[in-house]
T-cell receptor, first 114, second 115 residues
Framework: NAGVMQNPRHLVRRRGQEARLRCSPMKGHSHVYWYRQLPEEGLKFMVYLQKENIIDESGMPKERFSAEFPKEGPSILRIQQVVRGDSAAYFC????????????FGPGTRLTVT | ELKVEQNPLFLSMQEGKNYTIYCNYSTTSDRLYWYRQDPGKSLESLFVLLSNGAVKQEGRLMASLDTKARLSTLHITAAVHDLSATYFCAVDMSGDTGTASKLTFGTGTRLQVTL
């Protein structure tokens, strides 16, 4: 059973470009979470999604950031008009959502904005 | 707003020694997690503590949870170099809904075990 998959693993964007980060949850998992980790810091929650629904986006910046988890395909975190402060590691986690309490983390996407 | 604090932030210890990392959180929660992160890597789940008084052990690591004190500890016994990593605790505020919700992470404890 493959774990949580994220791609790309490394992404370099110039200021003003768009970044798209993808996350495929573990098989059988229907809940996806996105977290951001700035250098030398802990992870900060961004958004929690189920298929076709955003459940909690309280950690998402109000502008430039959006997330989706369509009926088919991976979850996508989209950052428009990136700035240097967006440089971070973005981790995706998934869970079954029901009964199981544990979140399983993907390898992360390291975004560098130049 | 839930706050999760760990101490120490950095810990340098010799092989063979024992030490404890502390994790305090500010509001009631019955679910606490410990993760390990190696540099440039993802998070590896170590322990899930689901109730007051829970104690779990794996190898040289033992975690406990006191929900009344809002405190969890990660105890390291006879440390070895391979334990060098950053350790995070995280709190889940979903209550008894049976579904996982967002995790609030502590600041992390960077552990360095020297020979």
């Amino acid at each position: 059973n493959a774990g949580v998959m994220q791609n790309p693993r490394h992404l370099v964007r110039r200021r003003g470009q768009e970044a798209r980060l993808r996350c495929s949850p573990m098989k059988g998992h229907s809940h996806v979470y996105w977290y951001r980790q700035l250098p030398e810091e802990g992870l900060k929650f961004m958004v929690y999604l189920q298929k076709e629904n955003i459940i909690d986006e309280s950690g998402m910046p109000k502008e430039r950031f959006s997330a989706e988890f369509p009926k088919e395909g991976p979850s996508i975190l989209r950052i428009q008009q990136v700035v240097r402060g967006d440089s971070a590691a973005y981790f995706c986690a998934s869970s079954r959502g029901i009964i199981s309490y544990e979140q399983y983390f993907g390898p992360g996407t390291r975004l560098t904005v130049t | 707003e839930l706050k999760v604090e760990q101490n120490p932030l950095f810990l340098s210890m010799q092989e063979g020694k024992n030490y404890t990392i502390y994790c305090n959180y500010s509001t009631t929660s019955d679910r606490l997690y410990w993760y390990r992160q190696d540099p440039g890597k993802s998070l590896e789940s170590l322990f899930v503590l689901l109730s007051n008084g829970a104690v779990k052990q794996e190898g040289r690591l033992m975690a406990s949870l006191d929900t009344k004190a809002r405190l969890s500890t990660l105890h390291i016994t006879a440390a070895v170099h391979d334990l060098s990593a950053t350790y995070f605790c995280a709190v889940d505020m979903s209550g008894d809904t049976g579904t996982a919700s967002k995790l609030t992470f502590g600041t992390g404890t960077r552990l360095q075990v020297t020979l």
